[in-house]
């Protein structure tokens, strides 16, 4: 957080907003796009599944997993009443039903055991409370559910002090993360191959 003639405002990356997080929005979704294939390819919905995405953005990669699911359901929480609007738009009329809602991940408005897949690209590193989010995630999973975790990379950025994350401002953050999913109660942890800079996890609940 930046504090700015007495206004709290966040860094666009973390809460994108006003004119500049349209801008943003563009940018981050096209700098995005092979995470969002990686994560499809990853997640290989079936038409009936019921999916939910962390941190959705722009709303890109909740379209291409509505389109697959249209039997099914596609929600998602993000912060940022900004990308809410624009993710909402773009999502209308297509695939099967829809729950945007606005809000934080650390706690997560649906009931346990609804959704077979979850996704979090890139907002890992704004989570103050990792743990406790992703224990929200194995929740709200169905047992065997899977779990996509794409973080972007900060081990060589100088000045990670800014984020939210403790982990994030770790030098080994991606290591830390597995310990966290183990930590959160999840299993079959995997790393993949890294997607451009970005790493990728996934991991499930227990059956
Ligand atoms: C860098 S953007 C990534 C957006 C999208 N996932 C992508 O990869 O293109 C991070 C997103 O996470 C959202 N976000 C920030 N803090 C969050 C939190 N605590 N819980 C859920 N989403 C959060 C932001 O509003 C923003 O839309």
Redesign the pocket.
């Known amino acids: 957080m930046i504090a700015m003639n007495n206004r709290i405002t966040h860094p666009q990356?973390?809460?994108?907003h006003g004119v500049t997080g349209r801008l943003f929005g563009r940018l981050?979704?096209w700098g995005?796009r092979a995470?969002?294939d990686r994560c499809l390819e990853l997640l290989q919905p079936q038409p009936t599944d019921t999916i939910l995405?962390?941190?959705?953005?722009?709303g890109?990669?909740l379209c291409d997993l509505a389109e697959s699911t249209p039997l099914g359901m596609v929600a998602g929480?993000?912060?940022?009443a900004l990308?809410l609007e624009i993710a909402s738009k773009r999502l209308n009329g297509k695939g099967g039903m829809h729950d945007l809602q606005l809000g934080?991940?650390?706690r997560l408005p649906w009931q346990s055991s609804m959704f077979d897949h979850v996704a979090a690209?890139?907002?890992f590193q704004?989570?103050a409370d990792p743990v406790a989010?992703l224990m929200e995630a194995n929740r709200v999973l169905k047992r065997e559910g899977q779990l996509v975790l794409?973080l972007?990379d900060h081990e060589n950025n100088r000045d990670r002090s800014w984020l939210p994350n403790p982990w994030s401002r770790h030098p080994q953050e991606t290591a830390a993360a597995v310990t966290l999913l183990q930590r959160a109660g999840f299993t079959s942890i995997i790393r993949h191959p890294n997607v451009g800079s970005s790493h990728v996890i996934t991991a499930r609940k227990p059956g």
Not at 53 to 58: A, D, H, L, S, V
Not at 77 to 80: F, G, V, Y
């Open positions: 990356p973390m809460h994108p981050m979704e995005n995470s969002y995405e962390i941190g959705f953005g722009t890109r990669l929480i993000d912060p940022s990308m934080k991940a650390d690209l890139h907002c704004f989570w989010t794409i972007r």
